[in-house]
């Protein structure tokens, strides 16, 4: 059988692929959480610009539409831990 094709860089299916975190950032109070790219693809299809899915994208706290996709970890602040996220005493 032939090899599969590999998916274009940029898009979610590629996104999805790459085996690491994948974070959805809000662009207006830097709230994030850990991309569900089958949530994602089954209204924007796997061959979707990730950066134009996260244009459209609203977000839940603040209500701004506009997000970004990133596998850095966001920064959280300096009273959180950066491994388990919970304040320290």
Not at 49 to 60: I, L, N, S
Not at 66 to 72: I, L, P, R, V
Request: proline letters at 6%.
């Amino acid at each position: 059988m032939p090899a599969k094709k590999p998916a274009q860089s940029g898009t979610l299916a590629y996104l999805a692929e790459c085996g690491r975190a994948v974070y959805i950032v809000c662009g207006k109070c830097s709230r994030f959480t850990v991309a569900n790219f089958y949530k994602i693809a089954q209204s924007a299809g796997w061959r979707a610009e990730a950066d134009q899915v996260g244009k459209r994208m609203r977000c839940t706290a603040c209500g701004y539409r506009g997000a970004k996709f990133t596998t850095e970890r966001p920064q959280v602040g300096r009273s959180v831990c950066p491994r388990c996220l919970r304040p320290y005493s």
